[in-house]
């Protein structure tokens, strides 16, 4: 017997598919409803990001340092190639000395700065102008090492030293990291 997909026992044939019906209709109207509460999600983070001046509302001014140097004044070369090391190492030392005077601010700009481990000092401001970025060396004489600490977890049971970061510091206090820049490379 031929099924007639227009009476109003359509189903009168194969009775399970009545059930597929209504849960493939419950289905569809779980699936739209969450899509709808999406929409409704995505519209109002849009009009969120729209109504703040960018991502973060609290925003802390660096106040300005009454000494600052350029990178470029101690031979450093900002083209992705020139190893910088000596010149971020030198320029820090020489802030050292405005530390007693209400500190001082290292400006990085524009270019691609190639160096290896250096350490920060107390009441210094790092500052990338925009487009500066910081890449570390894959040169491993430009990494000094360290003992490994409590607090490194896992890999501790491994011996041998482990290799500093990027920038260091230890027992500092009124640094900052700031600017335009892009971002580090490691």
Known sequence: MPLCLFTPNRFALFPEFQYLRIESASFYARELFVALLLVLVVADTIKGIQDVDGPCKFKRTVAPRPHSVTLTEF???GDGVTLNTIAFQNAIFYLRSFADKGGAQLYVPEGKWLTGSFNLISHLT????KGAVIIGTQDLSQWPTAEPLPS???????PGRRYQSLING???TDI??????????F
């Open 75 to 77: 031979g450093a070369v």
């Open 126 to 129: 790092l500052f990338l102008d």
């Open 152 to 158: 490194y977890g896992r890999g501790i049971e491994l």
């Open 170 to 172: 230890n027992n500092l």
């Open 176 to 185: 900052a990291i700031t600017g335009m820049g892009r971002d580090l490379i």
